[in-house]
């Protein structure tokens, strides 16, 4: 069914929507896609021709509810109010205008699922992030964000024994290794500069641990951006690939047998002009042992896969335990050391990959720190060892999807948080994917794991 015309004029827009159809025409733009993630983690939408940009910016584009009841395998579950009967728009933010220099003529916003009065809708994840940043504001908090992806470069084969494609990586240099850099070379050129064309500003790169393996970071900003540029960020490493006759998979592990890719998340709480994590404080504690004591339920938004558990093993520097330390890269929350006498310092939440939705799994994380904010939630001690060198001393994390999805969905703070559709949608979501993984061998679910992230 066609979206009714609203007969909205370029002249009635507000500035940002002028410029975008003024930066349309100039840069010879044809198809505007308006992005969303979903509850499989995986980024869909729809995409607007220029011709009807002006109105659509207004409108959206209709979509149906039930887009947010499907699985990563394209399997529509039944989910009250997520079927055939009902619609919301795809609506654009005006201030997340991207060309895509990957895909010559086309460009991207991110984009809020509104029902069609133009109201808040429930399973939003988008929504659901501005919702916790509202949230958080009432305390007089701020927080500023950053993911730090990793992901395996290389080609995509057809297997010789006739089973599914396989991910062959583009090299076997080792961790930091300049034959790596070098091998790697004329992608990343291209991926920095379509990033910096975005406005995404590129941090560092190095080659990582495993065969084909990236890490290439962007700045932080303000929690919403962040989960933006995320985005973004997914489309273009992929984007440029596939440009390139290549495949880049950000999948928490493309390869059984090597690295996995993690995307930690990086985190700091401002108070006005203020690091609220610069110095040892209740505040800052407290965020801390929000987010321990909601770990194990933050795992199934913050690591959304049956991939994902492949990667949380103890001695892999993804963290499998509970605990916090000070640069302890195998503690769930690391507390980073500055860079520098103008560095800031940062929480890093390593149990984190590029599997889940951001919007989902940040908006959870600020809700978790919230709530060890107000109830002054105490963190334990800090962990300076390996905690696998202490057998039964700490607590481990879920070591499942199935285990953290039970995590979950008893833990009240943050279904409470999700709400009702939301919370509905994402455990039916998830947990038939745990199904429909289990029934298959290794090789099903490397597969499409790789294909869609």
Not at 114 to 126: E, F, I, K, Q, T
Request: hydrophobic share 40%.
């Amino acid at each position: 069914m066609r979206d009714r015309p609203s007969g909205t004029k370029p002249h009635q827009l507000d500035p940002h929507a002028r410029r975008i159809l003024e930066r349309a025409e100039l840069e010879g733009i044809e198809l505007i896609r308006f992005l969303y993630a979903d509850h499989g983690g995986v980024i869909r939408g729809k995409a607007a021709s220029r011709s009807r940009l002006a109105e659509r910016l207004s409108t959206g584009i209709g979509h149906t509810v039930a887009m947010m009841a499907m699985n990563m395998l394209d399997q529509l579950q039944e989910v009250e109010h997520l079927g055939p009967v009902g619609e919301v728009r795809i609506v654009p933010d005006p201030t997340t205008y991207v060309p895509l220099p990957h895909a010559p003529g086309a460009a991207a916003m991110l984009s809020d699922l509104v029902l069609p009065d133009g109201a808040a809708w429930g399973a939003c994840p988008r929504t659901f992030l501005k919702d916790a940043i509202a949230e958080l504001r009432t305390e007089g908090y701020a927080l500023v964000a950053a993911f730090e992806p990793e992901f395996t470069l290389g080609r995509r084969l057809p297997d010789p024994g006739g089973g599914f494609d396989r991910l062959v990586p583009v090299d076997d240099s080792l961790c930091y290794a300049v034959t790596g850099f070098d091998t790697a070379h004329d992608y990343t050129i291209k991926l920095i500069r379509a990033l910096e064309t975005q406005g995404l500003r590129v941090e560092h790169y190095h080659p990582e641990l495993g065969p084909g393996q990236q890490e290439l970071s962007v700045r932080h900003a303000p929690a919403l951006r962040a989960a933006d540029n995320h985005v973004i960020y997914r489309e273009t490493v992929r984007g440029v690939a596939m440009r390139m006759q290549m495949w880049a998979s950000l999948a928490p592990k493309p390869l059984a047998d090597q690295s996995g890719n993690g995307a930690h998340l990086h985190l700091s709480l401002w108070s006005d002009t203020h690091n609220v994590f610069a110095e040892e404080s209740e505040v800052r504690d407290g965020f801390i042992g929000g987010l321990i004591a909601h770990l194990p339920a933050l795992t199934a938004l913050t690591c959304g896969s049956v991939n994902s558990f492949r990667r949380l093993a103890p001695r892999t520097w993804s963290s499998a335990y509970a605990v916090y330390g000070p640069d302890n890269r195998e503690a769930a929350v690391r507390v980073c050391s500055p860079l520098g006498e103008t560095g800031e310092p940062n929480l890093e939440l390593k149990p984190s990959d590029s599997s889940a939705n951001p919007y989902l799994s940040l908006g959870a994380v600020i809700h978790a720190g919230l709530d060890g904010i107000r109830r002054k939630l105490d963190p334990g001690e800090a962990v300076d060892v390996d905690p696998d060198t202490r057998p039964g001393r700490y607590p481990r994390l879920p070591s499942s999807l199935g285990e953290a999805l039970d995590a979950l969905e008893a833990d009240e703070v943050l279904m409470e948080a999700l709400g009702p559709l939301r919370r509905s949608a994402y455990l039916a979501v998830k947990r038939s994917e745990a199904a429909a993984f289990a029934a298959k061998d290794v090789s099903y679910e490397l597969f499409h794991h790789l294909r869609v992230f």
